[in-house]
Each structure stands twice: as structure tokens, then as C-alpha cells.
């Protein structure tokens, strides 16, 4: 998900290319400006930490993009794209250690496991919003 920062720095389009230069496929995408109680229950693992209210607070301050990829390892290689969740430690060439300074303004969220994934899917999307189509990355990217 690019954050209420990628989507007005104007990252978005960056962040998608470099999934879909990657070999990942697009399945859903769409922008959203969450509610505070939308936000709570994606974060709800979080309610516990002192950065919870700013977190969400700053998540609710304007639109997001909302998106599905799917492909080999995307949870783990997409995480390792998006880079350590603090900027400051986050590799240069990752998303987060090119393109961001503090913590809650990383420019992107991304889904920490396949359980969550689908949980986190199930808020954002509705089924008819997902896309199974043909494409040619099974022949193209993977071998
Ligand atoms: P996400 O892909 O955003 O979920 O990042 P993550 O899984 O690497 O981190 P985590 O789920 O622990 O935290 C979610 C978001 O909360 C992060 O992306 C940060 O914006 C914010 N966050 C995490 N840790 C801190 C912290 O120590 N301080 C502050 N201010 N924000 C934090
Ligand atoms: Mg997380």
C-alpha cells in the first residue's frame, strides 16, 4: 500500500513499476482514503505501541493506494524491496532507502505474511476488485 506521503510526493507510479519491472503481476489496485476505523483494524497488532494513535492519525490524513501483487516470494521479496522499516536503516536501492527520511512517513506498507495478507486483503478489497487474468510473466519471468 503506497501511504498518505508516496501517494502526494507522487511515488506511486515509481513504487508500481518497480513491482511490475520486477516480474510481479498486478491482481488489484485502488485508492482509498481510509477511515481511522478501517486503519485501527489493519494495524490492530499494533494498538499496543506509543506510535499507534500517530500512526493512524497520519494514515487517515489523505488517500492511499491499495494494491494486490502476486508471484514467487512476494511477501518475502517484497519486503526486502520496500527495504527496514526505519528509513534511516533501510538499504539504498530499496523503496523506503531511496525515497524516505523518518519512520511513519516510509512512503509504503507492505504485508508481513501470507495469514496477514489475506487478512489485510479481506479489509481492503472486495472480491469482484481482485483480478485473475492471463499474462505472459509464467512464461517470460519464471523458468
Ligand atoms: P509495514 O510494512 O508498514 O507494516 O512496516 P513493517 O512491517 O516493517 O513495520 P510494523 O508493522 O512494525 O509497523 C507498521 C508501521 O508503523 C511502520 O511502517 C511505521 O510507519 C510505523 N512504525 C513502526 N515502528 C515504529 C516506531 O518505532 N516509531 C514510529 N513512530 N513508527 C513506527
Ligand atoms: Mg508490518
Redesign the pocket.
Known sequence: MV?PDGVQRGLTGEIIQRFEKRGYKMVGCKMVWPSKELLEKH?A??SG???FA??IAFMATGPVVAMVWEGKEIIKMG?MM?G???PQESAPGTLRGDYSI?????I?????GVDIAKKEIGLWFKPEEMFDYKSCLKEMVYE
Open positions: 501511504k494495524y497488532d499494533l505501541q506509543p506510535f500517530g500512526l519486503r520496500l527496514a522499516t526505519n523518518d519512520v511513519t512517513r516510509n509504503i506498507h507492505g504485508s508481513d
